[in-house]
């Protein structure tokens, strides 16, 4: 693993991180209902849902599930699914009776919608396919394949950790918290748009 060759991965990996999309929505949705605490763990599940991913594409094991349609379409239908069930979620959200919060969601649900909104994307398989399919070669070293994942594993944990800490400051997350059931449908009829771009870039393939 040479420097400028790291230094790649680095560049493109930040690029990659932070492109809006379904992470980043799901991630300011768990910030915003349940604080810092489940924005972290969202955040690290995330990055190490990305960092799994990495792994299996340096070591080749993505490369089988992209190679097959089934499996890859199978992955693209669960994570469309997924994404406009969390939206439904979003939408009908209403405050609890005790609260003008919604029901504020567990650090076990943050877990869990971290790792599966990467997990259920194997599109994330075929970017690192692309980007490692440049870089790794015959001659790379176990030990320098571990050291990029690693590095796409700690990049966007440390994104996402970053988005969590802004959002969850608490000079202003009680105010946005004092909106969060117009955050959480905001959110869902965002993640419901992008399971439904999906959906239709599937049908179109």
């Known amino acids: 693993m040479t420097l400028a060759t790291w230094l790649t991965v680095v560049s493109i990996c930040i690029l990659g991180a932070m492109s809006p999309g379904p992470s980043l929505a799901v991630v300011l949705k768990q910030t915003l209902g349940g604080g810092r605490r489940n924005g972290v763990v969202v955040a690290l599940t995330h990055g190490l849902g990305v960092g799994l991913y990495a792994l299996l594409s340096i070591i080749g094991l993505a490369a089988v599930i992209t190679a097959s349609p089934l499996a890859f379409s199978i992955l693209q239908w669960g994570g469309a699914l997924y994404l406009a069930w969390l939206g439904v979620k979003g939408l009908t959200a209403k405050r609890s009776d005790d609260s003008d919060l919604p029901e504020v969601p567990t650090t076990t649900s943050a877990a869990r919608d971290g790792f599966l909104v990467v997990f259920l994307n194997p599109k994330i398989a075929v970017f690192f396919i ?18 990029y994942a690693a590095t796409a594993m700690i990049i966007d944990g440390g994104w996402y950790l970053i988005v969590a800490w802004l959002f969850s400051n608490p000079r202003w997350l009680h105010r946005l918290q004092q909106h969060s059931v117009w955050f959480e449908r905001i959110f869902g009829t965002i993640l419901i748009a992008l399971a439904g771009r999906l959906v239709v870039g599937m049908l179109k393939a």
């Open 130 to 147: 692309a980007l490692f399919s440049q870089v790794v070669g015959v001659d790379t070293s176990f030990i320098a394949k571990l050291g």
